[in-house]
């Protein structure tokens, strides 16, 4: 065995690597001639054959061209659909793409500001003290003469002739009542001069900035009620299984639904707007009724990919001339994966019933879909050294969960294709490519959108 986990002479078709790790490896040990004995022995035991559909894999395509297909489909749609920018109310704009630039609508700050409580001075010490003093938001003082000061509050607007701002811990008054510095006064000292930030006019943001809240506080600083954005994607999710429960514990062969709860608002992180959650049972009729009478963007259907007697996702796509863009990954999990177009507008991405191997096609496949609708940038690539070494698959890319410490990602177990216990605890999936990588190997990360912008940002 290499240390990168290929082993010599064994059926690569026939590997589920993630499989045998996460039901064996629940150390950082390596598997051993052992847990390959165990593969072979649940396999003859009669456990399904999670090989790949015969048939499928010759057109597999692989792990990043099916994400630069999902973009180019987006791409060729956003044109299609001729998406408009919309105008929305800033408490509704988050999360979404500015559509223009945000150009000042003033200048900032809009007039000489006191940066500090004190006084305006004019004119070198002592000052006579007036007795009226200036507050944020209120009327315009008259000029000061030099040797006048008067009391002034952060916020507020310089008088005229103002020299500086002293500040009230360094102010004193004597027993006539006059101001004196306990140290030098430095002309426009503590005085945000107007368009010290920007002038009308100025850009501040470009054209497809994610409109974060500090994008917010800058748009309403500028003056704007409301930015042009683009409008998010819409998306339907039709969640396919007879043996799914909505609530209770698992129970007569029955399972809970794990999708149903966990891909609207992942959905939303990436630039969705779902617009419904539907169940649909096993049942061919009923899967061509939710697809076709959608009028979402994007269709999420869960489950039904493989060749099943119940899954009803290929033969529903053909029978309503769906073109098929990716039609299986190179990627474990999740490899059953696909993406159609099925109307000049609206593309269907069929994520595998298993949930991890769900969330492989979520990332692979409506990340860049949605984000390219959405207009959204994508994000900056960036690796890794893993701190452990990581079985790769002999011709798969693999999407492992990980957590970042300090400057490295630490693999996690429980990552088989079923099980959701790794990515529960992950903040990013490590992208380890064919062949698998070695401790101290750089791998791309993918992070997850709880960890990359924190949940109020990325899930409203
Ligand atoms: N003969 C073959 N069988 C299978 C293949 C294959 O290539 N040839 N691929 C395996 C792989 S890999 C995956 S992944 C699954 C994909 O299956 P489907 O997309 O058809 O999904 P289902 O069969 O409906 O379900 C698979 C598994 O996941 C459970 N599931 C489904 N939906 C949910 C949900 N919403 N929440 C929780 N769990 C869910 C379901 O009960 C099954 O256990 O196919 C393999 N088989
Ligand atoms: O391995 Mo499946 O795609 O269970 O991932």
């Known amino acids: ?72 489909a987006a791409r060729n749609t956003a044109r299609a659909a001729r998406r408009r920018p919309v105008s929305v109310p800033l408490e509704a704009a988050l999360g979404l793409t500015l559509a223009t630039p945000l150009d000042a609508l003033t200048d900032l700050p809009s007039f000489d500001t006191s940066a500090m409580d004190g006084w ?65 006064v430095v002309p426009g000292q503590d005085i945000r001069p107007r368009g010290q930030e920007c002038r009308s006019g100025d850009q501040l943001l470009p054209v497809g900035t994610l409109v974060t809240p500090a994008v917010l506080g800058l748009a309403a600083a500028a003056g704007y009620d409301s930015v042009a954005a683009v409008p998010r994607p819409s998306a339907e999710v039709l969640v396919l299984g007879d043996e799914l429960l909505t609530e209770g514990r698992p129970h007569d062969g029955l399972i809970r639904d794990a999708l149903g709860p966990m891909l609207p608002p992942w959905l939303r992180a990436l ?33 039904g990919t493989a060749a099943g007697p119940v899954d009803h996702v290929h033969p529903t796509l053909r029978r309503i001339g769906a073109e098929l863009l990716v039609d299986g990954v190179k990627v474990r999990p999740g490899h059953p994966m696909l993406l159609a177009r099925i109307t000049e507008t609206q593309h269907l991405v069929g994520l595998p019933g298993n949930p991890l191997a769900a969330v492989s096609g979520l990332l692979t496949l409506a990340e860049p879909l949605l984000r390219t609708l959405a207009a959204r940038p994508a994000p900056e690539p960036y690796t890794l050294p893993l701190r452990d070494a990581v079985h790769g698959h002999p011709h798969d890319t693999r999407l492992v969960p990980v957590v970042l410490r300090g400057d490295q990602a630490v693999p996690l177990h429980y990552n088989g294709p079923a099980m959701l216990r790794g990515i529960a605890a ?35």
């Open 1 to 72: 065995m290499t240390p990168h986990g290929t082993r010599a002479g064994e059926d690569a078709e026939d590997l589920d690597v993630e499989e045998v790790l996460a039901l064996v490896n629940n150390s950082n040990d390596l598997p051993g001639p052992a847990e390959r004995g165990e593969t072979d022995n649940r396999r003859a035991s009669g456990r399904p054959d999670t090989s790949p559909r015969p048939g499928t894999r010759h057109h597999a395509t692989s792990w990043p061209e099916a994400r630069a297909i999902a973009e180019r």
């Open 120 to 184: 305006a001075v004019a004119g070198p010490a002592p000052w006579d003290v007036r007795d009226d003093g200036v507050l944020a938001g209120h009327a315009a003082h008259e000029p000061l003469t030099d040797g006048e000061a008067v009391r002034i509050a952060t916020g507020a607007r310089i008088p005229p002739d103002t020299t500086a701002v002293l500040r009230s811990e360094h102010g004193r008054t004597d027993d006539k009542g006059r101001l004196h510095a306990t140290r030098d």
């Open 271 to 303: 630039g969705a707007e779902v617009t419904a959650v539907r169940r649909v049972r096993d049942d061919a009729d009923d899967l061509h009724r939710a697809i076709t009478t959608s009028d979402a963007d994007v269709v999420v259907t869960t489950g």
């Open 426 to 460: 992950a903040d990013a999936l490590a992208v380890v490519t064919p062949g698998g990588a070695h401790a101290g190997q750089e791998a791309e990360l993918l992070d997850l959108p709880w960890a990359s912008g924190g949940i109020g940002v990325c899930f409203t």
